[in-house]
């Protein structure tokens, strides 16, 4: 268990209407939204590119250009913040995150580790949108892997369900990948829930003493597992891509007060907060520039 917390805040998601929700889109917004996290306690933060024109900020983008300027505006906000990019498309057609990649060059980046029936159900018994399959291959996940290797980005492995833990063993014993850093997630309607009784699975099917983080998605139920994750010496991971909601049950009002939230889980742990710095130590990162 180590005594230092690596947090991350992951920005803003995609397909939240920032008309409903406080999501940030442009540059300008992240690099604010992203300062707020910093100064809260988060070293990581994990960014979706949305498309900046008028009345598509819920839209995911894909242009290099949008990229690098959202990545650019976040680390000259806050200095030494690591980057950590989304990769998840949909479908074989991957030149988007490459291009992202190669242009933008994180220090992170996530690589979902298998397929899921990605779905969630309304209270009136329709579906909240059409059925579909996250569809990760083995042969998608190499090429993600491939890139991140060639823009020295360290893979974060994305789990869904128990089944996916399992699977980034066999990419380490198959030779895909040199080290293992998992992320569980959990809170999606198809994949594993909210529940803090899991961890301890969790852990024992990992690779023994590789890093790990959690990612909870939900409202009340995501406080209990973040501290069971604190207590079990997870990294911790929050932001409006995962949550709208504090502990108290009031909806935030953006990602400041949710990272002073989760840093408040890790100090009634007894845990202190690493800074950038030691964040990249752990994480056995080169120093910032």
Same mark, same amino acid.
């Given at each position: 268990m180590s005594d230092r917390c690596i947090v991350t805040c992951a920005l803003t998601g995609v397909l939240t209407r920032?008309? &409903?929700?406080?999501? !940030?889109?442009? +540059?300008?917004?992240?690099?604010? %939204?992203?300062?707020?996290?910093?100064?809260?306690?988060? =070293?990581?933060?994990?960014? &979706?590119?949305?498309? !900046?024109?008028? +009345?598509?900020?819920?839209?995911? %983008?894909?242009?290099?250009?949008?990229?690098?300027?959202? =990545?650019?505006?976040?680390?000259?906000?806050?200095?030494?913040?690591?980057?950590?990019m989304t990769t998840g498309v949909v479908g074989n057609d991957i030149r988007g995150p490459l291009s992202c990649l190669k242009r933008t060059r994180p220090e992170i980046a996530a690589c979902n580790a298998g397929s899921l029936n990605y779905l969630k159900a309304r209270r009136d018994g329709d579906w909240a949108w059409p059925p579909m399959v996250f569809d990760n291959p083995v042969s998608k996940i190499q090429s993600m892997l491939d890139a991140m290797n060639e823009t020295d980005t360290r893979p974060e492995f994305e789990c869904f369900d128990v089944g996916i833990v399992r699977s980034v063993g066999l990419f380490v014993e198959t030779g895909m990948v040199e080290q293992a850093n998992y992320n569980f997630v959990m809170g999606v309607s198809s994949g594993m829930p909210c529940d803090p009784r899991l961890l301890d699975l969790l852990l024992d099917y990992r690779i023994e003493d590789t890093l790990w983080q959690v990612t909870a998605i939900g409202r009340s139920d995501v406080w209990p597992l973040h501290r069971?994750?604190?207590?079990?010496?997870?990294?911790?991971?929050?932001?409006?891509?995962?949550?709208?909601?504090?502990?108290?049950?009031?909806?935030?009002?953006?990602?400041?007060?949710?990272?002073?939230?989760?840093?408040?889980?890790?100090?009634?742990?007894?845990?202190?907060?690493?800074?950038?710095?030691?964040?990249?130590?752990?994480?056995?990162?080169?120093?910032?520039?």
């Amino acid at each position: 268990m180590s005594d230092r917390c690596i947090v991350t805040c992951a920005l803003t998601g995609v397909l939240t209407r920032p008309e &409903h929700h406080p999501v !940030p889109v442009t +540059a300008e917004e992240m690099a604010r %939204s992203a300062r707020e996290a910093f100064d809260a306690g988060a =070293s990581i933060m994990h960014i &979706h590119f949305r498309d !900046p024109a008028p +009345a598509r900020g819920h839209l995911p %983008s894909w242009d290099p250009d949008v990229a690098h300027a959202i =990545s650019s505006a976040i680390r000259d906000a806050c200095p030494g913040v690591l980057i950590n990019m989304t990769t998840g498309v949909v479908g074989n057609d991957i030149r988007g995150p490459l291009s992202c990649l190669k242009r933008t060059r994180p220090e992170i980046a996530a690589c979902n580790a298998g397929s899921l029936n990605y779905l969630k159900a309304r209270r009136d018994g329709d579906w909240a949108w059409p059925p579909m399959v996250f569809d990760n291959p083995v042969s998608k996940i190499q090429s993600m892997l491939d890139a991140m290797n060639e823009t020295d980005t360290r893979p974060e492995f994305e789990c869904f369900d128990v089944g996916i833990v399992r699977s980034v063993g066999l990419f380490v014993e198959t030779g895909m990948v040199e080290q293992a850093n998992y992320n569980f997630v959990m809170g999606v309607s198809s994949g594993m829930p909210c529940d803090p009784r899991l961890l301890d699975l969790l852990l024992d099917y990992r690779i023994e003493d590789t890093l790990w983080q959690v990612t909870a998605i939900g409202r009340s139920d995501v406080w209990p597992l973040h501290r069971a994750a604190a207590e079990r010496g997870g990294a911790l991971r929050v932001g409006v891509e995962d949550t709208f909601y504090l502990p108290s049950g009031e909806k935030t009002s953006g990602n400041g007060p949710l990272v002073e939230a989760l840093v408040a889980c890790a100090e009634d742990a007894g845990r202190g907060i690493a800074s950038p710095d030691e964040t990249r130590q752990l994480l056995g990162i080169k120093p910032a520039a």
